[in-house]
């Protein structure tokens, strides 16, 4: 594997981002920080879409423009991701001037080889999703079933997408490539999905939403969502119509998009359509995850308990954003919804990276001084069963995120230091070192270091911060590729001074908890 594309789903900027939108962000950010650990060439894009009648409505509300509105909570998104530590290589925008004339080029050779046709149409307008939804999905209250608000009834004439001319070249991809959509449950839904799914509407009249890119030549309307914000993923590699860009070339297809469960339809079903249409290969994959809830509940601005990711990171006095992180991309199995809440937090953390992890390091390392002046010496460097354990751990932790199961390799890494801590109670080093047995001692200590060697490597796409931190203490370098990790990590010779010892996580307050968890 030489390249790895990653793209997340771009967020909506009527709003500052929360909780849901921060999982998205950290669970590809974690994947991306793991596969520079295994390729040579990552990139990794987000951003923001700014377009549609919920963007309008709200900047209407608040009285300023909508370009105004995006502009503020782009940077809050931006500034939130800083925060996180999200290191995207490139943020697109919606309104970014490039994407919008690309975006129009892209609306104008679809139409111009009868891809989109224009049609007078009623239908269901739920402006949550942002699309027309079919009579056939609606809840029995006849509300929308991932909004429950009821939708609209727009009747207008619009440009339409032709999905049914690509319906069964889809059907036969999905069925073909079974990696296509991962976690591979969601794959039914979208068979099932295309067996009653119409044509799609691409645009909006301008008198209803303004708030659009125009149809070149047709002033009357405006680009829709879909078409606008799916084309992100290639215009941000500079590719144009007729006109493919150098980064276009190199990444494409090998793109993986990070996407909610709620989106699944748009980026299997229209954006493949979208992309058979320009002649385009179909992205390697979809990875769904599931959704975010808080105390149990669904996050609804109506309930009140919409969390913004910086005000955890502020409430718990974090410095550095690593047990945020490490935490969200454990939160869900894969595909699957998870929880956040503050007791959940405190307990995990403390357990793993503070009371196992951390402490293992510092235990160890403390000794090593204690008893030997911090120095490693040869006769401390042997072989042990634990390294086949570790560097197998390597391997079961690549092939959890091959298969997009962040969780699972979270738990693997949590595994591995669970026996590294049994082998230090086993094997007793303090005891070894009263009875005068001082070189088994010292084995017993190298071997654990050799081994969180490992586990530094393996955490860091988890805590990056936290993993630097181990790395300085361990004298291990952190750009040492997965491919090529070893136990023979330590060299003979002075290792650490007293001085250089600190815990890399201290557990968080419980005061600062249990207020938190008051609030
Ligand atoms: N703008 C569209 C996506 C266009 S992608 C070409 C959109 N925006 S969104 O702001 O509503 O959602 C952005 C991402 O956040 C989506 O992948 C969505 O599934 C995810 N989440 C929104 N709420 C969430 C949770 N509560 N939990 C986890 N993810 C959630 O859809």
Known sequence: MDKYYLTTAIDYVNGAPHIGHAYEKILSDVIVKHYSQRCEDVYFLTGTDEHGIKIQKTAAERGITPKEMCDEN???FKEAWKALGIDYNKFIRTTDEEHEAVVQRIFDKLLKQGDIYKHSYEGLYCSGCESFLNPKDLTEDGLCPIHHKKPEIVSEENYFFKLSKYKDAL??????????????????????????????????????????????GDEEQRIYVWIDALSNYITALGWDVDKPS???????????????????????????????????????????????NINQEKMSKTLGNVIAPVDILKAWDLQIPDAFRYYMASAAMIGKDGNYSDEDFKEKVNADLANSTGNLL??????????????????????????????GKVKIVENHFDNYEIAEAGNEITDLVNITNKYVTDNAPWTLAK?????????????????????????????????????????????TKLDDLTCDNLKVGKFITKEEIHPVFLRLDSELADKTAKK
């Not at 839904?189 to 119409?198: R, T």
């Not at 992309?275 to 959704?291: E, I, N, R, S």
């Not at 796409?461 to 750009?479: G, H, V």
């Open 171 to 216: 059907k036969k991809h999905i069925q073909d490539n079974p990696e296509f959509i991962l976690p591979k449950f969601r794959a039914n839904e979208v068979l099932n999905q295309l067996d009653n799914i119409d044509d799609f509407s691409v645009s909006r009249s301008s008198a209803s939403v303004e708030w659009g890119i125009p149809v070149l």
């Open 246 to 292: 150098e980064k276009f070339e190199k990444y494409w297809p090998v793109v993986h998009h990070v996407i909610g469960k709620d989106i699944l339809k748009f980026h299997s079903i229209y954006w493949g359509g979208i992309l058979m249409a320009l002649g385009l290969p179909l992205p390697k994959q979809l990875l769904v995850h599931g959704f975010i």
């Open 362 to 391: 510092n235990r160890t390392l403390s000794m090593l001084v204690k008893y030997f002046d911090g120095e490693i010496k040869e006769e401390f460097l042997i072989s042990s069963d634990l390294y086949k354990t570790a560097l």
């Open 435 to 479: 009875e005068g047995k001082m070189t088994e001692c010292g084995q017993v200590l190298a071997t654990v270091l050799n081994v969180m060697c490992v586990v530094c490597s393996l955490i860091y796409p988890y805590c990056p911060n936290i993993a630097k931190d181990m790395a300085r203490q361990l004298s291990f370098d952190l750009n």
């Open 74 to 76: 782009s940077s809050k």
